[in-house]
């Protein structure tokens, strides 16, 4: 097999990936070479400069027989300048035959070389025997690297099949979520007291099952590097306190003693406040989780040197010293078999930790075992005191209400616009629902909204192609236009973005969105 011939090649054989790549000074040498090792079963390539063993490479190979006399001259080269750029999972074994004679040998540039993983030396005059053992065994070790790189693809296929599947999970879930939603708003209006009960535990569960769906998402993300924070300097001590006394409804909803101890006024930190809100959120409600309601939870905020320092201890179940370096895993829960279980996937400690990683600091989880309590202990690294802007003054929200905007919402799902039409007159919006693009392109004209909400997934004119075409009516560059849908990946929102739509609400929207969006003259 001659190099010109070779090198005409384009598409790579499936035996390529365990070729021997052979460069030699002379072709005459290199020839010899192939002869020897084709006999012995081996295939081979043989290359006649730097350029062609580096495209080579590219293709695949099981090792590389290079003469020294070969290697470059140039003693700043290095193995990435010879070979090319390797993955993670790759160190090409090379098998390097020595120069005859200690005099021939430069032994700065092989001491350099040397030091590279997967290389091996023979010296001239080489046994055939123990130069086709050498390549053989190089090859096997490339065998055990091409495993790797399959494993490692099939992890990646994995992940990114779960990451879907979360993703239409979520889509499917938020649908009926924000029918309950709606309709939770919309009958609270007229309920008594009885009916108010039962719809606040309604509620409290659509808000539960709202979280966990959120928590799988923002794990996936982290995951993945998705999650942006979008930081600002916060007191911690006022977000603890925020979130101990309105933010944990678990904690809210239990008979635990709790307490919080504030041993600083301020601790100001450089830190995104919801995914902070969530981390504590989180703790809060693992604690009253996993504590009977006759015990104890305390929580101390605290400065250690330049962090700051929030400790979550409580006097539940505990945690076993085997689970200790485990508790945040994903989908792990301690004491699932102890019948003690309070429900929740295992994600809310992963996603703490995530976050907290995120914004620089540190996450550990201390327990003396089962029914001796536990205690979660946050670092973060402090910032300097802000200097207090000029604020005005907030007007009332209700001075700045703009009753009777009208509203048009599109959305396929006939339940889902019905009551969520129904959900935005009761904010004193008048509202009309079409159950598509085309239907909305031709009620815009007439009904004349100043705002539109549309879902995105709808069948036939979906609802990118519907916002580009609202756009283009007389007026339409003008309109307040949300996508509203149950897609909300990082990806979802920017794509939304580029189609035109001026804000992206996930399904099932949050009351406060809504009054937050009313409450101005201006949507922005």
């Not at 400690?349 to 990683?357: F, K, P």
């Not at 005005?392 to 001075?399: G, M």
């Amino acid at each position: 097999m001659m190099a010109a011939d070779s090198a005409a090649q384009v598409v790579p054989r499936a035996e390529d990936s365990l070729r021997v790549l052979i460069m030699t000074p002379t072709g005459r040498d290199a020839a010899l070479a192939e002869d020897a090792l084709n006999r012995s079963g081996l295939s081979t390539f043989i290359c006649g400069d730097e350029e062609e063993l580096r495209r080579e490479v590219a293709k695949g190979a099981g090792c590389v027989l290079m003469a020294e006399e070969a290697l470059p001259r140039d003693r700043a080269a290095t193995w990435d300048d010879l070979i090319g750029p390797e993955p993670a999972w790759s160190q090409l074994p090379v098998v390097l035959l020595l120069a005859r004679g200690h005099a021939q040998k430069d032994l700065a540039l092989l001491r350099k070389f040397e030091k590279r993983p997967s290389i091996g030396f023979i010296e001239r005059p080489a046994q055939k025997r123990s130069l086709v053992s050498a390549l053989k065994n190089a090859i096997d070790a490339r065998r055990l690297q091409y495993g790797i790189r399959d494993a490692l693809d099939a992890l990646q296929t994995a992940n990114r099949r779960k990451d879907e599947f979360l993703a239409v999970l979520a889509h499917e879930l938020r649908n009926p979520l924000a029918v309950i939603c709606a309709a939770i708003h919309i009958k609270r209006r007229s309920a008594g007291d009885d009916g108010d009960k039962m719809l606040s535990a309604i509620e409290r569960q659509t808000q539960q099952l709202t979280r966990i769906i959120d928590d799988l998402l923002e794990v996936s993300r982290i995951s993945r590097g998705k999650i942006e924070l979008q930081k600002e300097r916060l007191d911690l001590v006022s977000l603890v306190r925020e979130v101990f006394e309105d933010g944990a409804d678990k904690l809210r909803g239990g008979k635990h003693r709790k307490q919080l101890s504030i041993q600083s006024t301020e601790l100001f930190i450089d830190g995104d406040p919801v995914r902070l809100g969530q981390v504590f959120s989180n703790l809060l409600n693992n604690a009253a989780k996993y504590t009977p309601d006759a015990g104890a939870i305390d929580v101390t905020v605290t400065r250690d040197g330049d962090c700051a320092v929030v400790v979550v201890k409580d006097t539940g179940v505990g945690i076993p010293p085997d689970m200790l370096t485990r508790v945040f895993d994903i989908f792990t829960q301690v004491d699932r078999n102890l019948g003690r279980a309070q429900g929740g996937i295992g994600v809310g400690l992963s996603l703490a930790r995530g976050l907290v990683t995120l914004h620089g600091g540190a996450i550990e989880a201390r327990s003396g075992g089962a029914d001796k309590g536990s205690e979660f202990i946050v670092r973060l690294p402090l910032s300097e005191a802000p200097v207090a802007p000029n604020i005005e003054p907030a007007r009332d929200r209700r001075e700045r209400r703009a009753s009777h905007t009208k509203v048009l919402v599109v959305d396929d799902d006939h339940l889902v616009g019905k009551l969520t039409g129904e959900l935005i007159a009761s904010f004193g919006m008048e509202v009309q629902v079409v159950a598509g693009g085309a239907e909305a392109l031709e009620v815009i004209p007439k009904f004349q909204p100043r705002i539109v909400f549309v879902d995105l997934g709808m069948p036939g004119m979906d609802g990118y192609e519907t916002v580009r075409r609202i756009r283009q009516l007389p007026g339409g560059d003008s309109l307040f236009i949300a996508a509203l849908s149950g897609w909300g990946q990082a990806e979802d929102f920017e794509r939304s973005a580029e189609a035109g739509f001026d804000r992206h609400f996930v399904k099932p929207i949050k009351i406060s969105e809504l009054e937050n969006l009313f409450a101005s003259e201006s949507p922005t």
